[in-house]
C-alpha cells in the first residue's frame, strides 16, 4: 500500500524588481531615521558659540556624527540600488541622479568633519592650560560656519537637483503612482529657490520659509520610500528616451 507523502514546500524567490524596490526603499527610509536624530545631538555644537570652552568632550557630538555618516552611506545606498533601473528609461537621468545623490553624501562628510574638528577643540582646551580662549572661538565658529554651508549645498541644493533626475524618471515611466514624484517635481523647485534666497540672505537657513519649502521634498522622498518598501514597483510604461531593445531575427530554416 502505497503511503502519501506530503507535498514539500519550495521558497519562490523574490522577483528581481521587488527586491530592488525593497532595498532602495529601506534606504530612504534610513535617511530620515538617522538624519533627523542628528540634528538634536548638534544642538549645543551649532548654536553654543561657547561650546568650545566647555570641560571634557561631549558624547552626543560624536554620535551625531556617526548618524550622519549613515545618513550619507544611505544616500549613495539608495542611487546604487536604483541605478539599474533607472538607467533602463534614461541613462542621463541614472547618471545625473547618481552623480547628485553622491555629491549629496559628500557634503554631509565635510560637514561632519567640521563637527568633529569642533569637538577635537573642545577636547584640546579642556586638556590644556593658558590657551587663547578668544581664538578657540573664533575657530570654533569657523568650523560650525562650514557645516552650515555644506548643510545648504547637500541635503538643500542637491536634494533638488537629485529629485528633477529621479522623479522625471518615475513620472513618465509609471514606476510608482504619478503624485509621488509630481510631489518632488513641485518640491525641487521651490527648495532650490530657497536655498539661493538663503545664499543671498533674504532669510535664514533656518526659519518658517525654508521650512515650507523644504515640506514637499521630504514628503517626496518619505512617501517614494515607503511605497517601495510596502508596495514595490508598478508595472512599468515604455518611455521615448528608453533604450531599444535589439530583435532577435526569426530563424527561417533556409539551408545555407
Not at 163 to 180: E, K, N
Not at 215 to 229: D, H, K, N, Q
Not at 230 to 249: I, L
Request: hydrophobic fraction near 50%; charge should be neutral; charged fraction near 10%.
Amino acid at each position: 500500500m502505497a503511503m502519501n507523502t506530503p507535498p514539500t514546500r519550495t521558497s519562490v524567490p523574490m522577483d528581481p524588481m521587488r527586491k530592488t524596490a525593497l532595498t532602495a526603499g529601506l534606504l530612504y527610509l534610513a535617511t530620515f531615521v538617522f538624519s533627523i536624530p542628528a540634528l538634536g545631538f548638534y544642538d549645543g555644537v551649532l548654536n553654543n558659540p561657547d561650546f568650545v570652552l566647555g570641560a571634557g568632550g561631549d558624547g552626543g557630538v560624536l554620535w551625531g556624527g556617526l548618524f550622519e555618516i549613515i545618513t550619507a552611506l544611505t544616500c549613495i545606498g539608495t542611487a546604487v540600488a536604483l541605478y539599474p533601473v533607472v538607467k533602463r528609461y534614461s541613462q542621463t537621468n541614472a547618471v545625473g541622479f547618481v552623480a547628485s545623490r553622491v555629491l549629496e553624501a559628500s557634503m554631509i562628510f565635510v560637514g561632519v568633519v567640521a563637527v568633529l574638528g569642533v569637538y577635537t577643540l573642545r577636547q584640546e582646551f579642556a586638556g590644556s592650560t593658558g590657551t587663547d580662549a578668544s581664538s578657540l572661538v573664533i575657530a570654533g565658529r569657523s568650523l560650525v560656519a562650514v557645516k552650515d554651508w555644506t548643510f545648504l549645498l547637500g541635503p538643500g541644493v542637491m536634494a533638488s537637483v537629485n529629485a528633477f533626475f529621479l522623479a522625471t524618471v518615475m513620472y513618465r515611466s509609471g514606476l510608482v503612482p504619478r503624485i509621488i514624484p509630481t510631489i518632488g517635481l513641485v518640491g525641487a523647485p521651490l527648495l532650490l529657490a530657497s536655498s539661493a534666497a538663503t545664499l543671498f540672505g533674504l532669510h535664514d537657513q533656518v526659519s518658517g520659509t525654508s521650512l515650507i519649502a523644504t515640506i514637499p521634498i521630504a514628503t517626496w522622498e518619505f512617501s517614494l520610500g515607503v511605497w517601495m518598501t510596502v508596495k514595490g514597483f508598478k508595472t512599468a510604461r515604455p518611455t521615448d528616451d528608453a533604450p531599444p531593445v535589439a530583435e532577435t531575427p526569426a530563424y527561417s530554416g533556409a539551408a545555407a
